[in-house]
C-alpha cells in the first residue's frame, strides 16, 4: 500500500526540478570524524568535513536536525566491519578500496532535505525525513548527509526531531529480523507468541511495541529495574535475567511455547532458547547477535564469508532436524519499511524511548553512555535545536 503510494507519487511529479543548495553554500560543513580506529580518543571535531555532495540523480541532501546513537558506533569507531564496509563503498573491486577516513558515524537521522537528485520524485526541499543510514555511508554526526531517497521516508509528523533520531536504525534492524527473517506481519500475528531476549534496549523497546501492535502475546526478558518500562510498552510477561536463570523460569511457565524468538543478547542463548520454540510449526530463532563481520574483520572478506556460511549452515541444519527454523538476522535500510513505521507512529502504535539526549558539542559523552550499556532505550543527539511547541 505504502511501497504504491511511493510509485504514485513518483508518477505524478515525475518533472519536478531539484535545485542546488550546495553551489550557493561553502563546500566544508562542521562535522565529528575518526581518523583511525580506537577509543573515545579518536573522535574529532572539525568545522571543515568536506560537504558531501549528490553523485546519483536517486540521491537527496539531508541537513541534520538529530542523530541516533548505536552500539554499532561503539563497534565501528573501533574498526568493526572495516573490510566489509571498504568493498561496499568500491563495490567492483573486491578488495580493500583507499581510505574510509575521515569516517563520520551515526547511523540515525532525523532532519530537512535540501536537495533532490534528478530522478528523486517523491521528496522535495524542505520534506522533514529520517532514515537509517548503512554502516558503508558517512554518518549523521554532521550538518548534512547524502543518502539514497529510497533509504529516506517521512517523518512521523507527531514526532520532534529528537524522538524520530531514536527510531529508523532499531526499527529497521527490527523489522528486517522479524518480518523478513521471522515472517511475522501485521496479518499473520494475532495470538502469535513471540520472546524478546534482551528487550530493554534500543532494538527490544522498538519490537516490543511492534509486535505488540499485530495483537502479538509478548514475552521479555531484562534486569528488574526494566521491567515497568518495558510492561509500558506492551510486554504481557516478563523475566528478570538477573535472577537466576532465565531458562529456568522460562520453562516453568508452561504455555509458553513461542512462534519467533528475537535475540538480542547473543551469547549463551541460543543453547537453551530454540528449545522454547514449537516444534514442526515453522517457529524461528532469529539472532542480530552475529560473527558475520567480525570473521571477515578477522579473515578478509572472502574466507570471512566462507566461514560464516559454514557456521550459519551447519547450525541452520542441526536445527532443522529438531523442527526448528534457527536464523541470523541483519539490519536493513529501507524507506518504504520506515513509512510503515511512520504510521504506526502516527496512530499511537509505537513511541520513541529517548533515554538521554546529548548536544553536538557533547557527542564524545554519548559515546561514553552508549558504550557504558544497560540502554533504556536509546541515546539521541540533537544538532539542531526542536522549535519549541
Ligand atoms: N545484526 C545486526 O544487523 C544488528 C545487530 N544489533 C545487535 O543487537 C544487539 C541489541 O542492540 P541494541 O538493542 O541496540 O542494544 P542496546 O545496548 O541498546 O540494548 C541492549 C539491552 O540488553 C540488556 N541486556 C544485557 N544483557 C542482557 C541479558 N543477558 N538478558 C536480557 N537483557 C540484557 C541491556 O540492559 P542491562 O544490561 O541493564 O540488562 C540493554 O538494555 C546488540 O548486540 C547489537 O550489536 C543491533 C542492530 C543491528
Not at 265 to 270: A, H, K, L, R, Y
Not at 272 to 296: E, I, M, Q, R, S
Not at 334 to 363: C, N
Request: aromatic fraction near 8%; charged fraction near 20%.
Amino acid at each position: 500500500m505504502l511501497m504504491c503510494r511511493r510509485w504514485l507519487v513518483c508518477s505524478m511529479r515525475a518533472h519536478y526540478r531539484s535545485f542546488s543548495f550546495s553551489a550557493s553554500l561553502r563546500n566544508v560543513m562542521p562535522a565529528w570524524v575518526i581518523d583511525r580506529y580506537g577509543k573515545n580518543e579518536v573522535l574529532r571535531f572539525t568545522k571543515n568535513a568536506a560537504l558531501p555532495i549528490i553523485q546519483y540523480p536517486n540521491e537527496v541532501t539531508v541537513k541534520v536536525h538529530a542523530a541516533g546513537l548505536n552500539p554499532i558506533d561503539i563497534s565501528m569507531r573501533g574498526g568493526y566491519g572495516a573490510a566489509t564496509m571498504a568493498m561496499k563503498r568500491d563495490p567492483l573491486n573486491m578488495k580493500q578500496s583507499g581510505s574510509e577516513f575521515p569516517l563520520i558515524l551515526g547511523r540515525d537521522v532525523s532532519g530537512e532535505i535540501m536537495e533532490c537528485g534528478l530522478d528523486v520524485n517523491y521528496f522535495k526541499p524542505g520534506d522533514q525525513v529520517w532514515a537509517a543510514i548503512p554502516p558503508w555511508k558517512q554518518g549523521s554526526l554532521a550538518e548534512f548527509v547524502v543518502l539514497s531517497a529510497n533509504e529516506v521516508s517521512h517523518k512521523p509528523k507527531s514526532l520532534r526531531h529528537v524522538e524520530a533520531a531514536s527510531i529508523p536504525y532499531v526499527a529497521a534492524t527490527a523489522w528486517s529480523a522479524i518480518v523478513n527473517t521471522g515472517g511475522l506481519n501485521k496479518d499473520n500475528s494475532s495470538k502469535k507468541r513471540v520472546l524478546v531476549l534482551g528487550g530493554s534496549g534500543g532494538v527490544g523497546t522498538l519490537a516490543i511495541q511492534m509486535v505488540k501492535a499485530w495483537g502479538v502475546h509478548v514475552t521479555v526478558t531484562c534486569s528488574q529495574n526494566a521491567e515497568q518500562l518495558v510492561r509500558d510498552l506492551g510486554a504481557d510477561d516478563v523475566v528478570d535475567y538477573t535472577a537466576g536463570p532465565v531458562e529456568n523460569k522460562l520453562q516453568t511457565l508452561q504455555k509458553l511455547v513461542f512462534d519467533l524468538i528475537l535475540d538480542n543478547i547473543g551469547g549463551e542463548s541460543e543453547k537453551w532458547a530454540l528449545d522454547l520454540l514449537k516444534p514442526w510449526n515453522g517457529a524461528k530463532y532469529v539472532t542480530l547477535v552475529t560473527p558475520f563481520l567480525h570473521n571477515t574483520d578477522l579473515l578478509g572478506l572472502a574466507d570471512g564469508m566462507m566461514q560464516s556460511g559454514v557456521t550459519i549452515g551447519c547450525k541452520v541444519l542441526k536445527h532443522l532436524r529438531k523442527g526448528v527454523h534457527y536464523r541470523w538476522g541483519f539490519f536493513a535500510p529501507s524507506g518504504p519499511t520506515l513509512d510503515e513505521i511512520s504510521e504506526m507512529v502516527d496512530a499511537g502504535k509505537v513511541r520513541p524511548v529517548v533515554e538521554e539526549v546529548f548536544s553536538f558539542a557533547q557527542v564524545p559523552q554519548g559515546f561514553q553512555k552508549v558504550e557504558q550499556g544497560h540502554a533504556r532505550g536509546k541515546t539521541v543527539v540533537s544538532i539542531i535545536e526542536d522549535e519549541k511547541e
